[in-house]
Each structure stands twice: as structure tokens, then as C-alpha cells.
């Protein structure tokens, strides 16, 4: 499959696109993981993306297109992707449907994850990721705890709670996600590629999502 899944930070993203590549081998593009990984190796992107994350903001158009433009011709690709919290802006939006005729690509759907705001905020507070950066299992201390010491129970190393989910940098995110990655939502109705789910059951959100892949 090859699908784009929007939403609003703690929406579920990660978590439904881990289902999906588990289900059909695709791979999960994630811009936060791509980033997370730069600002913790100090690479020359990390430096560049650390204050805008921390903040809470996006990160430039340019950077996040420069490494979409690879990572989209990598190999893996080839058997499907699900591109998580990208693209985030009209322009980086534009940008995809052009970089996608170039690679003569074509997207199956566009599904947008639809949960309400209170339950959101609950979830961004409650959440604890993997810190191993090839396992970055995504764990929440009221709905899917991870072991009693605080390890992740795929690889045993510790959890942690992101540099971005202080109480300010919620806020901005979720400020910065209306303003800029909400009138996404519109731009590919109009397209006629969305679909949207509006549960908050990951098996609902996965069964859907295969249903609406089948009927095509
Ligand atoms: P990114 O990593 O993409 O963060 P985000 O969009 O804010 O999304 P999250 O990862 O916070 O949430 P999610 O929807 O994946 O939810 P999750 O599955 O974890 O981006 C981080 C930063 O990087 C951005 O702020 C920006 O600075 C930069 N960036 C990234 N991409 C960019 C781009 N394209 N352009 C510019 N800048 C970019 O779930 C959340 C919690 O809820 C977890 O604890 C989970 O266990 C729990 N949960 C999930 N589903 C359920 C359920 N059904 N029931 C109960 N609990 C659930």
C-alpha cells in the first residue's frame, strides 16, 4: 500500500502505521523518527531540526523535502509506504504530488485520523517511546505499558518520554497543527483521496483502513 496518514500529534499515527507495515511488509516513513534520530546522532540536519522540535514547530519545508526526495527511492520503498506526519503543509504537499509524478508513483488513499482534542491531550502526556532507535516501540502508560522498570518489551531497553512533550511545546504543536497541517485535510477531499476515521480504537482504525484499501 502506498498511503498517507494525517492527524494531529497523538492522534495514533505511529501507532496504526506499526500495524500496517506489520500486516503487508510496507514501510513506515516517519519525518519525527527521521529527525529524532539526526538531533540524537548530532548530525548536521539534527542541529538544524533540534530548536524547531523542541519549540514545538515545524521544521522548514526545504529539509523535510530534502530528505523525502531520497528516502523515497531507497530500495524498501519499493514494497509499499506509509508516510507518517508527512506532508504537514500545502507546499510540502504540492511538492510530494510532484516528486510522486517524477517517480511515476501513484498513492492508494489519504486517511486522515480523526480524534477528539481531550483524548489527544491525554494521550501526549501518557506516552513513552522506545529509545532504541531501530525499535522506537510506542508505549502509553494507561493503554499499552511497557514493562514495570520502564523497558520496552520488544528489545529490553529503556522507554522515555520526548523532548516535545512538555506542557508548552503540546501546545504548540497542537496550535501549529491547525494552522498549518489542518487545511490538509481539505486540500485532498477535494482530490477525492480521503478517507476519514473518526474512532479511537486502533483495531476499528486498522480494519477500516483495510476495507477501504479493498474496495479501492
Ligand atoms: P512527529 O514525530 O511526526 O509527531 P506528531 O505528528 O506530533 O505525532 P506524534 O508522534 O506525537 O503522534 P502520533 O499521531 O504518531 O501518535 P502515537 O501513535 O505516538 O513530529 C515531531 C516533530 O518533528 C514536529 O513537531 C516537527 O517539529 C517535526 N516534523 C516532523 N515531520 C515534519 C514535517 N513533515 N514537516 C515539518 N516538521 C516536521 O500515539 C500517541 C499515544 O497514544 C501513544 O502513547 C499511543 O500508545 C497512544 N495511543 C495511540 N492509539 C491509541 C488508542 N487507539 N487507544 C489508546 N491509546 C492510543
Given at each position: 500500500m502506498r498511503i498517507i496518514l494525517l492527524g494531529?500529534?497523538?492522534?495514533?499515527k505511529g501507532t496504526i502505521a506499526k500495524m500496517l507495515t506489520d500486516y503487508d511488509g510496507s514501510v513506515q516513513i516517519s519525518t519525527g523518527d527521521i529527525l529524532r534520530g539526526a538531533v540524537k546522532g548530532a548530525t548536521e540536519l539534527g542541529e538544524k531540526a533540534r530548536g524547531y522540535m523542541e519549540r514545538g514547530e515545524l521544521v522548514p519545508d526545504s529539509l523535510i523535502m530534502e530528505i523525502m526526495e531520497s528516502r523515497l527511492q531507497e530500495p524498501d520503498c519499493r514494497k509499499g509506504f506509509i508516510l507518517d506526519g508527512?506532508?504537514?503543509?500545502i507546499p510540502q504537499a504540492d511538492a510530494l504530488k510532484n516528486l510522486l509524478q517524477k517517480l511515476h508513483l501513484k498513492l492508494d488513499r489519504v486517511i486522515n485520523l480523526d480524534v477528539p482534542r481531550d483524548v489527544i491531550l491525554d494521550r501526549l502526556t501518557t506516552r513513552r517511546t522506545c529509545s532504541n532507535p531501530n525499535c522506537q516501540e510506542i508505549y502509553n502508560v494507561k493503554s499499552k505499558p511497557p514493562?514495570?522498570?520502564?523497558?520496552?518489551?520488544?528489545?529490553?531497553s529503556p522507554v522515555i518520554q520526548r523532548a516535545d512533550e512538555t506542557e508548552e511545546a503540546i501546545t504548540k504543536r497542537l496550535e501549529t497543527y491547525n494552522e498549518k497541517t489542518a487545511p490538509l485535510i481539505q486540500y485532498y477531499r477535494k482530490e477525492g483521496s480521503l478517507k476519514n476515521i473518526s474512532s479511537t480504537s486502533s483495531d476499528e482504525i486498522f480494519n477500516n483502513i483495510k476495507a477501504t484499501l479493498k474496495a479501492g
Open positions: 494531529a500529534p497523538g492522534a495514533g508527512f506532508p504537514r503543509t514493562t514495570p522498570d520502564g523497558k520496552c518489551k520488544k528489545c529490553g
